[in-house]
């Protein structure tokens, strides 16, 4: 599937492409975390930006076969590459969007352009550069760079914040994100597949694991839209108007701690200890989810912090898990079809949410009535558990 020539000591192909997700996640943590708040600011509707994050999720969903057919005849760089490219269009455009214009409707287009492009290549080029005897350690290796970034990202952002317009810091943004590229160009692993969509078809139909884990993935882009979009604009709305970015500077040591615990658990993956952590990081974030919800009935500083921290360590394992069995399956199967299987069932559990949240905030407008969807994470997380059934294909 892939050739690479002997890595060097330092500049391995893993360890450049770490790099490239540090800064790439980096600038895209400041785009997330800080969008919703700049449309509320702006004075768009909260239902608008449910909205605006479900539509860029439809080209994961229609689009990513095209995508993934072509990646394999023009070569995985030219996507990432033009992935970070429709990011820095992205924050240019940004500049533009008011309230009373039309500049989002190209802003969209442009996002779900990015996320099309990156994505299903980000994920794909890293099956093929990790090892399979330690896909557990190198992919919480991945998520710990993601966490640290997480960690410092929604600080900095919000100490630029006390001195510059969201738009201002967006154009940093593009600044970071475009530095991303450079890691790109020293990883040597060439891609040498071909897609079939007939032996897809056949295989999403006839395959066990692709069967069992549809359902995974779409409950992982809902609670993905509950953590992006979902809880930064209810924190920011009912927990912390004065400073949308407090919980952010409270939550550097956890986060801290959830870098490590990913690489550690990461490495009992490895040791065939996949279903007690994954078991067990679902029953963490199950309670933390709970106390999230309950955050609106008592939350003093320390109780937030508190149930932040439990949401983080659960997460930090359950993230590195749920992906490493993502990972192992592209690999006991075939990288490009689970690929897409992944994408198109994460993209259309992205979509819902959004637009499920759109449609309850249009009528239940005020930010204490949509209190109670934290709690659609619940049956989103039993979801998960699907990926046990399939297991044993990774015994052998």
Known sequence: MSISSPPRKIFRDDILFYVHTGIFSFSEVIFLFSLPIFFLKQGFSISFVFSFFGVTSLGGYFFTRYILEALTKIGIKIFLSAGIFFYIIFGILLQLVAIGNMWWIPTVVVLLLQ????????????????????????????????????????????????????????????????????????????????????????????????????????????????????????????LSRESFFELGILSTISMAISAAMMVLFGHYFDKAHRKILLRSSLLGQLVATFGRYFLVFFHPTIFIYFVQSLYSFSASVLRSTFFAYFYSYGKKTNTTYFTLHREINFSLGRFIACELFAAVSYFFPQPLQLWPLFLLGLPMLLLYAKKLKVDHHLEA
């Open 115 to 238: 996320y099309l492009f990156y994505w299903p290549a980000y994920n794909l080029y890293f099956v093929e550069i990790i090892h399979a005897k330690t896909v557990g350690l190198q992919t919480g290796i991945l998520n710990a760079v993601s966490t640290v970034t997480l960690m410092i990202a929604p600080v900095f952002a919000g100490a630029l914040s006390l001195f510059l317009p969201f738009q201002i810091i967006f154009l940093i943004g593009c600044f970071i994100v475009a530095t991303s590229v450079l890691p790109l160009f020293f990883i040597r692993t060439k891609l040498k597949m071909k897609f079939d969509m007939k032996k897809y078809e056949e295989m999403k139909s006839s395959h066990e694991i692709f069967r069992e884990t549809r359902f995974a993935y779409f409950g992982d882009g809902f609670i993905t839209m509950i953590s992006y979009t979902l809880w930064p604009i209810l924190f920011y709305l009912v």
